[in-house]
């Protein structure tokens, strides 16, 4: 692995204080990128506080569901930095929506504003600046769900495909500045984000890993993914390494989506 890759480069990564996100923050300034996290809640690992403290990353609380927090956060970053080289959106909120019959409006509203609207409105304030640079990447967080409907998700699932969709729409769109859009697909990685799903709370060890091996199970590599494992994926498709590909969704699953709930 080429060390240092990231070096000189500034990353936005919006949901970056924990689960998938807090990974792929201490993954990118591993490889000496400044990074932004982007965020309602201010960071609390130790890790990520260290990297602010020693002024590799900055926190801007930031709402991606609304436009003046965006600008806000883009303004902040450059304000930094002087430049955004990749943005990475990662934000997500939990979707409690079994069904269809079962969709609340205001619900549905909310996450379409978080999962799509949010991540397109954020590239609409990077755009101008990586057009400026002379370039960029931009990495959507996507899901499984996106890609084989999972039964029990009703409107984060198909949200997820459109963001899929858009990844190559804004692909084909951007090719001509040089600026990237891919997307990193992951499969069963058990984040703070999902565990109201499995009603466990996050200080629970033995139902953590009673869910860790059910999730297992269910994986043809026979293990449940790490947040590392996803934030390995985006930093490939940041680096130089990956100046060849745009418009691409990364599954990165275990091999779920070959065969759904099979397992080993």
């Not at 929506?97 to 609340?104: A, E, K, N």
């Not at 963001?163 to 891919?182: F, G, P, Q, S, Y």
């Not at 499969?187 to 999730?215: H, K, N, R, W, Y």
Request: proline share 5%.
């Amino acid at each position: 692995m080429a060390e240092h890759r990231m070096a000189g480069r500034t990353v936005i990564i919006t949901g970056g204080s924990s689960g998938i996100g807090a990974a792929m923050v201490a993954r990118f300034a591993q490889q000496d990128a400044f990074v932004l996290i982007a965020d309602l809640k201010a960071p609390t690992s130790e890790g990520l506080v260290r990297l602010l403290d020693d002024g590799q990353a900055a926190f801007v609380r930031t709402d991606v569901s609304n436009e003046a927090s965006i600008a806000d956060c883009v303004a902040q970053a450059l304000q930094a930095s002087g430049r955004i080289d990749c943005l990475i959106n990662n934000a997500g909120v939990f979707d409690p929506t079994p069904d269809t019959v079962g969709i609340v409006a205001a619900d549905a509203d909310r996450l379409f504003r978080i999962l799509l609207l949010g991540p397109m409105l954020m590239a609409r304030q990077v755009i101008p600046v990586m057009r400026r640079q002379g370039g960029g990447a931009i990495i959507n967080t996507t899901s499984v769900t996106g890609v084989a409907p999972s039964g029990g998700s009703a409107v984060y699932g198909p949200l997820k495909a459109g963001l899929i969709h858009w990844t190559r729409c804004a692909a084909l769109e951007l090719a001509r500045d040089k600026i990237r859009v891919n997307a990193v697909c992951p499969g069963g990685v058990l984040t703070p984000m999902i565990m109201p799903a499995f009603e466990i709370e996050p200080d629970d060890v033995s139902a953590l890993a009673q869910a860790s091996e059910a999730m297992g199970a269910t994986q043809p590599l026979g293990r449940i993914g790490t947040p590392d494992d996803i934030a390995s994926a985006a930093l490939y498709l940041a680096s130089d390494e990956a100046s060849w590909v745009t418009g691409q969704n990364l599954v990165v699953d275990g091999g779920w989506t070959l065969a759904p709930g099979r397992g080993q």
